[in-house]
């Protein structure tokens, strides 16, 4: 192979490698809308708030710890809000059940357990707050 191709292959793959790693930023921590299944309340107990924020995490993932004390203070900051971790190392049957591919990720639910919102990867702020004015503070039941 000629040093001008193995150059031309090398630049490629660098490309395509900056393309990918630019939609993964891009995508990373944005809010999605929920798909309005119900986890099951044997895998995640609920306590009947409003909303609850679910962080699906690992013991070794490094941005959880952030993650953690951001859902922390957001819950104890607003009424009706809780915050419960999931520690995948010790329940990995939950991360296929609930598609979990990535840790952080983050659920907001409803009071009856409905998947409202769905983060992969550090979630903004801004867009959990927005993602919890989405629930009514006093919500009928179905």
Same mark, same amino acid.
Do not use: K
């Given at each position: 192979?000629?040093?001008?191709?193995?150059?031309?292959?090398?630049?490629?793959?660098?490309?395509?490698?900056?393309?990918?790693? +630019?939609?993964?930023?891009?995508?990373? @921590?944005?809010?999605?809308? @929920?798909?309005?299944?119900? /986890?099951?309340?044997?895998?995640?107990?609920? $306590?009947? $708030?409003?909303?609850?924020? +679910?962080?699906?995490?690992?013991?070794?993932?490094?941005?959880?710890?952030? /993650?953690?004390?951001?859902?922390?203070?957001?819950?104890?900051?607003?009424? @009706?809000?809780?915050?419960?971790?999931?520690?995948?190392?010790?329940?990995?049957?939950?991360? $296929?059940?609930?598609? +979990?591919?990535?840790?952080?990720?983050?659920?907001?639910?409803?009071?009856? @357990?409905?998947?409202?919102?769905?983060?992969?990867? /550090?979630?903004?702020?801004?867009?959990?707050?927005?993602?919890?004015?989405?629930?009514?503070?006093?919500?009928?039941?179905?």
């Amino acid at each position: 192979m000629s040093p001008t191709a193995a150059l031309a292959i090398v630049a490629a793959l660098l490309l395509a490698t900056i393309a990918v790693g +630019v939609v993964w930023r891009l995508r990373d @921590g944005r809010l999605r809308a @929920g798909d309005g299944s119900r /986890v099951d309340p044997a895998d995640i107990p609920l $306590s009947g $708030s409003r909303a609850t924020l +679910v962080q699906f995490s690992t013991e070794i993932c490094a941005r959880c710890p952030h /993650v953690r004390r951001m859902l922390s203070h957001l819950a104890s900051a607003l009424d @009706g809000v809780e915050h419960i971790e999931v520690d995948l190392t010790h329940r990995p049957d939950l991360a $296929s059940r609930y598609h +979990v591919l990535q840790t952080p990720t983050t659920f907001v639910l409803d009071r009856d @357990g409905r998947v409202r919102s769905r983060f992969n990867g /550090v979630p903004r702020r801004h867009d959990l707050v927005t993602a919890l004015a989405t629930i009514p503070a006093t919500e009928e039941r179905r």
